[in-house]
């Protein structure tokens, strides 16, 4: 039977722009579920009006304006700080010709003209020489945890800087979709190993990646000496001002220090000393809970979930006696070292516990490292962290403790035009733009609770509660929230939220300005007086999503709407050496009607807010993790969930190895979709594989199997 078989009846109820497996696997339903935030804080309608005139607010005026033309520093880059960084003028090393919006059943991966793709990695591929080729009808535990894991979604390759031609390949795995991995009488036959290969397949995968020289492809090292499986039963420490609380004691760990495992784990960042972060997100579907407050504030149910890992281990089910905690042993920043597969990766509890998308750190003026994270849920928060200690440049032993001790902020927003100027509709307000200030309200300061009637180990372990006591601002599922290494300005993926001013639920406001926003909008932050340590800022939108040729609401800063490409459901965020934004999307076949896909956002100029397309992704898939190495000439992204929607046998995708008949499969291929890393490259000097299509690959040839060097040993 189909796993999605017990959840049909919520196919009318998803939120408008996922397939309902998509909404099953990933988040566990969560838009077809009660919204979780149902506190009474402030909303921004209730406070517009004492916002008027805001222009001069805080004595912001001068910034606002001049932020649209030019930044001086606010954060140091991972190599180095600067006086002064002025953001350059437009253009960027990738040039390219927008591609038209693909539909959305369409099957292919679409690149520009001039440019091929490639896998670098998918599902299954071995990572070690002591790991087997992948063959799907022959999957267990053991062999998926020396495998490349399932639905892929942040992405990094760290470039060794001795040659460039060799580097580490880091991916988190957030999901699985057993509809599509397994064979449906097998999986009603094998539910327990087909839970331990689910577990075996979240996580982490690192992987060395060598190249012939810079601007060519690169392919991934089988048995590479840094190679490392991170799954759902690995060792991580706890580490920060609650390692060792109550809270965080179970029957298996005693001293509250120690978990296995790391799960739903969604975008993430790499430190300026080259550690990853990475957030979890939808943890809770993973855990039965009791029914408290605390557990429906974070959209944990007392019913049996539908993953049923509870059946194999009983730490997934808070009614097993000793296990009552460890759900608050989820919901974290995780920190892993990419270069030492034997080190131990690290859960920082001093940042808080929420559905993290992520988090993203920069260098602040006075030497702190600052880092920010969006909640993703309806009506939830943005949050930043500030550390106690300083970064300190080549000294990575000690920066890789800057995370565990620190001050945490939420962020109020305030507008400044007219409440009754912010209908729902999308209308730009009079003064011509959506934006306003606001303030970081602190949840922790020099190692002590700010919130009244909550401890500190009360308010890192249940951080929206913390939120919702100081009146944060609700937001339209924060998502991505990345600081701009040029500029030093701060953009903020707002995805979507169809339960904005409905039914009782908060109404529009200045930073979210539409009901039923389906397409979701990017918010551009300023720090005040570019001092990202302190807790005043201003901030505007600066796009609206949607299809202009059919949404009078959308929204690219002025930019005519009639030369942008269509957008919706921002997500994942990165930038070009130049400066400009680059945009991928989740959710666009189920609001726009076209496949998932990859945006350039130019930030600068007369053409700020132009919005260009530059590859879309397969039929069912999301576009994740995009990673623009501009200065080569290419553009890497985690395609993850392709033909979702379609089952083990009746796939509805056959991306990337396009086997079209299981019996011509070859040994490490798969008749069906599997969740990849893709590479983008420039074909003007040659390199790279051909396809038979320029335009769809359907054909394509392109198998990514990686080349052994007979070195290093299979882990978990």
Known sequence: MSLTRTFLPMLGHTRGNRDAATCHFKCGNACAKDVCNTSENSYFRD??????????VLGLGAVASAALVIGTEAFGTPAAHADTIVAPKGGGKLNFKAIAPVPRTRDAMTVPEGYDWAPVIRWGDPLFNNAP???????????????????????NIIVDKYSGRSGILVANHEYTNEDLMFDPAWYEANKPEAAKIAMAAHGFSVVEVKRVKAGTPWSYIRGGERNRRITATTAFAIDGPIAGSELLKTVADPTGRKVLGTLNNCAGGTTPWGTVLSGEENFNQYFRGTGTANDARYGISDEATERGWEDVDPRFSAHNPGYENEINRFGWIVEIDPQNPNSTPVKHTAMGRFKHEGANVAVAKDGRVVAYSGDDERFDYVYKFVSKDKYRRGDRRHNMTLLSEGDLYVAKFSGNSPAAQIDGSGAVPADGSFDGSGTWIPLVQDGVSKVQGMSLEEVLVYTRLAGDKVGATKMDRPEDVEPSPVTGKLYIALTNNTQRDTSGKATVDEANPRTKNRDGHVIELTERNNNATGTEFIWNILLVAGDPSKDESTYFSGFPKNKVSPIACPDNLAFDSNGNLWISTDGQPGTIGYCDALHKVTLTGRERGKVEQFLAVPAGAETCGPLIHDRDGSVFVSVQHPGEGGTFKDPTSFFPDYVMNPSKAKRGEVYG???????????AKGHGPKHNEKDNHNNGNDKGNGHGNNKGNGQK
Do not use: C, E, H
């Not at 979709?673 to 420039?682: A, E, K, L």
């Open 673 to 683: 979709p599997r969740p990849s890393v893709v590479q983008v490259f420039t074909t």
């Open 47 to 56: 406070i517009a009006d004492s916002a008027l005139g805001r222009r001069a």
């Open 133 to 155: 080729a992948f063959d799907i009808t022959k999957q267990s535990a053991k062999r998926q945890a020396g495998q490349f894991g399932y639905n892929n979604d942040y992405l």
